[in-house]
C-alpha cells in the first residue's frame, strides 16, 4: 500500500504553500447536521467539479479515492488517502494526504465547526508541485487550486442554505 504524501500533516515546510480559507455557512444545529452530511456524501467536491472515486467512499481513516477533474481541457487523476477524521458533537471533518503520482505533494483538510452563533467551514491545504508540469506551471496551478477551493467553500454553503 502507498504511504501518503511528502510532508507531515499539519506541517508547512520550506518550498510548500499554505492556503487557508475559512467561511459562515450556516446558523444552528440544523445547519451543522446539512453541512456535514454534505462533508459525507462529498458534495463539497462534486459542487467544485471534482468527482470522488469510489463516490459512496466513507469518511474513515485509510479509505483511498481517486478525483478526477478537467483542468485547463486535460482530465486529472489524483490519489489521496484519508488521514485524520474529526466526529466531535461541534466539528466535523477530515484531512487527506496525496498518494505517489499526484500532480502535488501534501495535504488538504475539510472541517466544520459549530458554535452558537454560526456554522464555519474551514480548508487548509499544504501543497507544493510534485510534477515537472506543474512545477513550470505553478502561477496557474496555484490559481486552479484557489479556483476549486472557492468553489469548495461555494458547494458546501449553498448544499447548507438550499436544504433550509
Same mark, same amino acid.
Request: proline residues 5%; hydrophobic residues 40%.
Given at each position: 500500500?502507498?504511504?501518503? +504524501?511528502?510532508v507531515? &500533516? =499539519?506541517?508547512?515546510?520550506?518550498? !510548500?504553500?499554505?492556503?487557508?480559507?475559512?467561511r459562515?455557512i =450556516?446558523? =444552528?444545529?440544523d445547519? !451543522?447536521?446539512? /453541512?456535514r452530511?454534505?462533508?459525507?456524501?462529498?458534495?463539497?467536491?462534486?459542487? /467544485?467539479?471534482?468527482?470522488?472515486?469510489?463516490p459512496? +467512499?466513507?469518511?474513515?481513516?485509510?479509505?483511498? &479515492?481517486?478525483l478526477?477533474?478537467?483542468?485547463?481541457?486535460?482530465?486529472?487523476? /489524483?490519489s489521496?488517502?484519508?488521514?485524520?477524521?474529526?466526529?466531535?458533537?461541534?466539528?466535523?471533518?477530515?484531512?487527506?494526504?496525496t498518494l505517489? =503520482?499526484?500532480?502535488?505533494?501534501?495535504?488538504?483538510? !475539510? &472541517?466544520i465547526?459549530r458554535?452558537?452563533?454560526?456554522?464555519? !467551514?474551514?480548508?487548509?491545504?499544504?501543497?507544493?508541485?510534485a510534477?515537472?508540469?506543474?512545477?513550470?506551471?505553478?502561477? &496557474? /496551478?496555484?490559481r486552479?487550486?484557489?479556483?476549486? +477551493?472557492?468553489?469548495?467553500?461555494d458547494?458546501?454553503?449553498?448544499w447548507?442554505?438550499?436544504?433550509?
Amino acid at each position: 500500500m502507498d504511504e501518503p +504524501t511528502c510532508v507531515s &500533516i =499539519g506541517v508547512a515546510p520550506v518550498g !510548500f504553500a499554505r492556503d487557508a480559507f475559512e467561511r459562515e455557512i =450556516g446558523v =444552528g444545529d440544523d445547519a !451543522f447536521d446539512r /453541512a456535514r452530511e454534505g462533508l459525507r456524501r462529498w458534495e463539497v467536491h462534486r459542487a /467544485a467539479g471534482v468527482e470522488v472515486y469510489p463516490p459512496d +467512499t466513507p469518511i474513515d481513516s485509510g479509505e483511498t &479515492i481517486g478525483l478526477v477533474t478537467r483542468q485547463l481541457g486535460a482530465w486529472v487523476l /489524483a490519489s489521496c488517502r484519508l488521514v485524520e477524521v474529526v466526529d466531535e458533537s461541534h466539528r466535523f471533518g477530515f484531512t487527506y494526504a496525496t498518494l505517489p =503520482g499526484h500532480p502535488e505533494c501534501g495535504w488538504e483538510s !475539510f &472541517i466544520i465547526s459549530r458554535s452558537e452563533s454560526e456554522v464555519r !467551514f474551514a480548508i487548509e491545504a499544504v501543497s507544493k508541485p510534485a510534477m515537472t508540469m506543474m512545477r513550470l506551471g505553478m502561477p &496557474i /496551478a496555484r490559481r486552479v487550486q484557489r479556483r476549486v +477551493t472557492v468553489r469548495y467553500l461555494d458547494g458546501l454553503e449553498r448544499w447548507t442554505r438550499d436544504l433550509a
